[in-house]
């Protein structure tokens, strides 16, 4: 349960409207270390985010180690200072792959059927987050701002506060949150939402989200105060503000390295290999969430349906492994490739394969230079917290002959990105159609849709986000 904000120490808590004095520490399962090529959306976000800031970024190390050999790794690089703790196979079990991975993952992306639950792995769950606490406690100064992301460490506010720090403490959810009859399958659903009222600040991606968490507070009545108008939760007169803050990139760099990877040998082979024809564009962890499955097939029905454009486009869909000890993503993997392999088995010419099936990671600079040629991007996730591709297929675009993107509705993207071609990703019929207007849609409205995007991106950016979000928590 919470830690009642009058017990705790009040001299440590800071007053807004000190921000010199703030010193930024990010708390995130997945940190992007300086040498890192690849980091997934988070971790790219908020190393965007440290590097204009500074500051310490606390996480897992993505080591497994016995116990005894366990430990906190510090580095510094440019203005970042790094904490980094080791877990072992158990911790890393039951917290990542179990509890994170199989319970919450599934449920809070709308697939309760897929979620997998045990008293053990929540327990897990619940241990290694003490034990961030414990490790970042004595790192953390009176007037730290304490910046906590994602679903693996929802707890850390209220183990952090059992530990007297009083700091402000604020939460970002980058996944999607369902509304409270789904969020009330998962067992242990009381114990762990009461623990978000420990934040000074939740952030949540939408508008739909931030509605589904107060939701849940109110039909639970569990003690918790709710001012729906306000965006607020209250128990012992300590009060959290909910609000949306859509996360973004940063535009303006997607574009300088979409522009910079034109002359490069990498790029010019790519744009060599596609002799000429049309190129369909997805990038997407494998995930089960990202509606890869669905989006085969519907490019399949494509070629079907419209034998005119056999041959004249390609589709490159890029899809970096990903969670591989999850049964679920092995499964998926394996689909995929039957899809794929039946789709290219029935379409291809000797000259020509539909589907370019490519199952590792690209630096980001290089993906830019690959989303610049494509004239189709296609993010059709089933659901999904924001959706940083969608954003940086806009970013990468030349502006006098830009692509057009097929949008799930189902993305927070979506309520951002209304130029694009929104669809349902549960209806084929919607996606070949969506391609279809893609593929044969004016230079002139293709550059007005696009230029409304790459406009409201360019303000809100990733900087953006982060001064939003550090603004409200009273800091930054
Ligand atoms: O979507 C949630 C998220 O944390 C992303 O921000 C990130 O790209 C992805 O999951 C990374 O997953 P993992 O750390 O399990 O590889």
Not at 188 to 199: G, I, K, Q, V
Not at 240 to 265: H, K, L, Y
Not at 384 to 402: I, R, S, T, W, Y
Not at 452 to 465: C, K, V
Request: some cysteine; glycine content about 8%; aromatic content about 10%.
């Amino acid at each position: 349960m919470s830690r009642p904000a009058a017990n705790r120490p009040a001299a440590s808590r800071p007053e807004a409207g000190r921000p010199e004095a703030s010193r930024l520490v990010v708390v995130s399962n997945r940190v992007a270390l300086p040498r890192e090529t690849r980091a997934g959306g988070l971790a790219a976000a908020m190393h965007a985010a440290l590097k204009e800031h500074g500051g310490l970024w606390f996480g897992w190390s993505g080591k497994r180690v016995p116990a005894e050999q366990r430990e906190l790794h510090r580095e510094s690089a440019r203005n970042i200072d790094y904490a980094l703790l080791d877990l072992t196979r158990e911790e890393h079990e039951a917290y990542y792959l179990g509890f994170a991975n199989r319970t919450l993952w599934p449920l809070l992306h709308f697939q309760p059927t897929l979620m997998e639950y045990s008293r053990a792995q929540y327990a897990g769950y619940r241990a290694v987050n003490r034990m961030f606490a414990e490790r970042l406690a004595p790192l953390l100064r009176e007037d730290d701002c304490v910046w906590v992301h994602d679903y693996h460490l929802i707890p850390l506010a209220t183990e952090l506060r059992a530990r007297g720090i009083g700091a402000r403490i604020g939460f970002f959810l980058h996944v999607p949150l369902p509304p409270p009859a789904m969020l009330v399958n998962l067992p242990c659903h009381a114990d762990l939402m009461a623990t978000f009222a420990d934040y000074d600040l939740i952030g949540v991606q939408g508008r739909d989200d931030a509605q589904a968490l107060l939701d849940y507070f109110l039909v639970q009545n569990s003690g918790i105060d709710v001012d729906a108008n306000a965006g607020s939760i209250t128990i012992n007169g300590h009060r959290t503000r909910v609000a949306p803050f859509p996360i973004s990139i940063d535009t303006a760099e997607v574009a300088q390295e979409s522009m910079a990877a034109v002359g490069n040998a990498t790029h010019r082979r790519f744009l060599a290999s596609l002799q000429g024809r049309k190129l369909a564009i997805g990038v997407d962890r494998l995930d089960y969430s990202k509606g890869i499955p669905q989006r085969f097939k519907a490019f399949g029905m494509f070629l079907d349906r419209h034998r005119e454009w056999r041959s004249r486009v390609s589709y490159l869909q890029i899809a970096p492994p990903s969670r591989e000890e999850v049964p679920e993503y092995r499964e998926l993997r394996t689909r995929l490739e039957r899809i794929a392999g039946a789709t290219n088995g029935r379409y291809a010419e000797p000259d020509w394969v539909p589907i370019r099936y490519v199952n590792r990671s690209f630096a980001q600079a290089t993906l830019a230079g690959f989303y610049r040629v494509a004239q189709l991007g296609l993010v059709t996730p089933l659901k999904d917290g924001m959706n940083l591709v969608a954003k940086e297929f806009v970013a990468a675009q030349p502006p006098d002959d830009p692509g057009a993107l097929v949008l799930s509705r189902f993305a927070g993207a979506a309520n951002e990105l209304p130029q694009a071609i929104l669809v349902n990703p549960y209806d084929p019929d919607a996606q070949v159609e969506g391609i279809e207007q893609a593929l044969t849609m004016p230079r002139e409205e293709k550059r007005a849709r696009w230029a409304a995007m790459f406009e409201y991106l360019s303000t809100h950016d990733i900087g953006a986000w982060r001064r939003d979000f550090l603004g409200a928590l009273g800091t930054g």
